[in-house]
């Protein structure tokens, strides 16, 4: 029985993994990061704790040809869109949380620009053959 149960998580865990890479190439994370109290990475000069609060977003792509000007557009609005409002929600919740809404947001943006940027030239390449 024992086994039975290992094999099944080990099936599942190999799946969950195949998946992954599968739908790796139609989805960007979109990671926001503000600085609050809660889970110490350091101190100020005054001995007061800083804390990094991270939120994440996973922005499907799904649907669009990154290949086109118009798909890579409409890409670049969904991880902006994804940026705002994961930044918005940790406003919510910790609304003394430097930077404020907007450069949160830009921040989180640029990072995951990285990878789609990356993901158009490829779609671009793949395209041009």
Known sequence: MRKILIGTAVGVLASALLCGVATAQTEVSVQATRIMSAETVGRTTSGIPIVDVTLSYTVSLKGLDLAMAAGS???????????MAAC???GRSYPDATPGDA??????ADKAMVKLHQMVADAGKAHAK
């Open 73 to 83: 557009a409409a890409a670049e609005k969904r991880v902006n869109d994804a940026a």
């Open 103 to 108: 450069a949160c947001a830009k921040m989180a």
């Open 88 to 90: 918005k929600e940790i």
